[in-house]
C-alpha cells in the first residue's frame, strides 16, 4: 500500500499545498464551514455563467420562460452538487478517490476518464470566452490573453487548496458589491434596452435546452466539490455543508444567467463580457469596465479551479495502473501539461461563445450523470457513508480492481441516453436520436440516464456484503487511526 494514508504535513502552513490524492487526516483538517459558501458563490460569479443566460432566448425563449427555465435547472443541478460536497468532511478524499468504491481500484479509470473531459471542456470553453470577450470589449489580443489566462490559472492551480479558497473569497469581496449596482441599475432601467417582445416566446424545445444547460452547469462541479470540502472536520454536519454550497452556487449562477438573459434580449449582446460592459458603462463609466474585468478574472481563478481537479483525476488515473507516491513535483508538472493541452485546444477552435458553452455543457451533462447518479446512490442509499478507506488504496482490498457493479449502472445510463440526445452542432457534426425527435427534439437523455443508472445500481447493490465491508471498516479506521492521530 502506498503512503498515500500516512504521508503528514501541516497544510495551513505550506506556501505549495503538500497533499493531493492522498487521505487527509484529522489532525489536518483545518478547513471552515463558512469558506464553503464564498467559494462555490464566486465560483459561478464569473463571465461564464451570463452567456449561459443566452441559450434559451437564442431559441425564442422569452426572459420570463429563461428565468424560469434557469432557476429550475440550476436548482436541480445543485442539489447534486451539494449532496457529492458533504462526502468530503466524511471521506477526506478527492472525489474520485472514492468512486474507487463503486467502480473498482482500477476501473474507477472509466469516469476518470470522463470527469478528465469535463475539466478540459471548462478550461478550453473559458478560454474561449475570456480570448473573445476580453478582445471584443478592450480590444486586447485575443492569443496574449489566452496565454495569460493560462498561466495565471494553473499557477493557481499549483498553489493548491487553500489558495484557491483565498483567492475567492478576496473576488468575491471585490466583485459583489460591483455587480450588485449594476444589476439594480439594469432593474431600475438605467442600463438601457428595450425588445419586441413578438420575438420571444415558449417552446418545450428552448426551454428543455436552457434547463438542461442550467442544469448541467453545477452537476459539472460534481466530480470535484468535495476536493474543496475534503480539509473539513469529520464532524462537520452533512447538512451544513450540503446548504452552505446549495445556497452559494445556486444564488450566483441564477443572478448571473439571469442578468445573461436579459443583456442578450434587450441588448441583442452576443458576447457577455461586452454585453456587461455595455450595460454597465451606460449606467455610469467605467461601471461596465470594472464589472467585465472582474467577471474575467473570477473566470479565471475558477480555471484555476478546474487545474486543480484534472490534476487530482490524472494523478488517480496514473495510481489506478500503477500505484505512486504523488508529491509536489508530480503536482505541478501534471498542471502545466493540462494547462499546454487545454490552450492548445482553445486557441484551434472558431466557434462562439454560446455554441461553445451550450456544446460543452451538453457533452458535460451525459456523461456525468450516469456517474453522479451510481456514486450518490452508493453513498447515501446502499452504503450510507461507511467505507474502509483504506481499501481504496489498494487493488487487493474489498472494493477489487473492477467493480462490475458501478461499471454495469454507468454503462446502463450512457447507453439508454443515446436514443434521448440532442447534441448540438460540433464542428460539421450533430446527432438527434429517434427518440428525441418523436419528442419535437426536446432533450430529456439526461433525465433517462440519471433514473436508469440509479436504478440498475440500487437492483444491484442489494448483492453487496454490507457485513463484511462493515468488519474490514473497522480494521482500516484502526489502520488509520494508529498511523495518523488526531
Avoid at 462555490?40 to 429563461?66: A, D
Avoid at 508530480?330 to 493540462?338: D, E, K, Q, S
Avoid at 485546444?345 to 457533452?363: H, K, N
Amino acid at each position: 500500500m502506498t503512503n498515500n494514508l500516512s504521508e503528514t504535513g501541516s497544510p495551513a502552513t505550506r506556501l505549495i499545498e503538500a497533499r493531493s490524492i492522498d487521505w487527509v487526516p484529522e489532525n489536518e483538517r483545518h478547513g471552515k464551514l463558512w469558506h464553503q459558501g464564498p467559494l462555490w458563490f464566486l465560483g459561478n460569479f464569473q463571465y461564464f455563467s451570463i452567456p449561459i443566460g443566452f441559450i434559451g432566448p437564442s431559441m425564442g425563449l422569452s426572459l420570463g420562460w429563461t428565468i424560469v427555465a434557469s432557476i429550475l435547472g440550476i436548482a436541480v443541478g445543485t442539489i447534486f452538487m451539494a449532496f457529492h460536497a458533504s462526502q468530503g468532511p466524511t471521506m477526506g478524499l478527492p472525489q474520485l478517490i472514492q468512486s474507487r468504491a463503486q467502480f473498482g481500484y482500477r476501473g474507477v479509470v472509466v469516469p476518470l476518464l470522463a470527469t478528465l473531459f469535463t475539466y478540459l471542456a471548462f478550461n478550453v470553453a473559458d478560454t474561449v470566452l475570456l480570448s473573445e470577450g476580453l478582445g471584443s470589449s478592450f480590444g486586447w489580443n485575443p492569443t496574449t490573453i489566452a496565454v495569460l489566462a493560462t498561466v495565471a490559472g494553473a499557477g493557481l492551480a499549483i498553489f493548491g487548496h487553500d489558495w484557491l479558497h483565498k483567492a475567492f473569497r478576496i473576488l468575491l469581496y471585490v466583485s459583489l458589491p460591483v455587480m450588485t449596482v449594476l444589476t439594480v441599475g439594469v432593474i431600475g432601467g438605467a442600463a438601457g434596452g428595450a425588445w419586441d417582445a413578438t420575438q420571444y416566446g415558449f417552446t418545450w424545445q428552448a426551454f428543455m435546452a436552457q434547463f438542461a444547460a442550467c442544469a448541467a452547469y453545477n452537476i459539472t462541479y460534481a466530480p470535484y466539490v468535495s476536493d474543496y470540502s475534503r480539509y473539513l472536520p469529520t464532524s462537520t454536519p452533512a447538512r451544513s455543508v450540503i446548504a452552505a454550497v446549495f445556497i452559494g452556487a445556486s444564488s450566483s449562477a441564477i443572478w448571473l444567467i439571469a442578468l445573461g438573459a436579459w443583456l442578450s434580449i434587450a441588448l441583442g449582446a452576443t458576447d457577455g463580457l461586452a454585453g456587461l460592459q455595455t450595460a454597465g458603462n451606460t449606467i455610469f463609466a467605467p461601471l461596465g469596465d470594472i464589472a467585465a474585468l472582474l467577471s474575467a478574472l473570477a473566470l479565471i481563478a475558477t480555471m484555476g479551479m478546474n487545474a486543480y481537479g484534472g490534476m487530482l483525476t490524472v494523478l488517480t488515473t496514473i495510481d489506478s495502473v500503477r500505484p505512486i507516491k504523488p508529491k509536489t513535483t508530480a503536482r505541478v508538472v501534471t498542471i502545466l501539461v493540462l494547462a499546454l493541452l487545454w490552450y492548445l485546444i482553445a486557441t484551434s477552435i472558431s466557434a462562439g461563445s454560446v455554441a461553445t458553452v451550450f456544446s460543452a455543457l451538453t457533452l458535460m451533462l451525459y456523461i456525468l450523470v450516469p456517474w453522479t447518479a451510481t456514486n450518490l446512490v452508493d453513498f447515501f442509499v446502499v452504503r450510507k457513508g461507511h467505507y474502509a478507506i483504506a481499501d481504496l488504496f489498494t487493488p487487493h482490498g474489498i472494493y477489487g480492481s473492477w467493480g462490475w457493479r458501478g461499471l454495469t449502472a454507468f454503462g446502463i445510463g450512457l447507453l439508454t441516453e443515446i436514443p434521448f440526445m440532442v447534441l448540438p452542432t460540433i464542428g460539421d457534426w450533430s446527432y438527434i436520436g429517434p427518440a428525441a425527435t418523436a419528442l419535437g427534439d426536446v432533450d430529456i437523455a439526461w433525465l433517462v440516464g440519471l433514473a436508469t443508472a440509479s436504478i440498475a445500481y440500487l437492483i444491484m447493490g442489494r448483492s453487496i456484503d454490507l457485513n463484511a465491508e462493515e468488519a474490514e471498516r473497522h480494521r482500516s479506521d484502526e489502520q488509520l487511526s494508529s498511523k495518523n492521530p488526531g
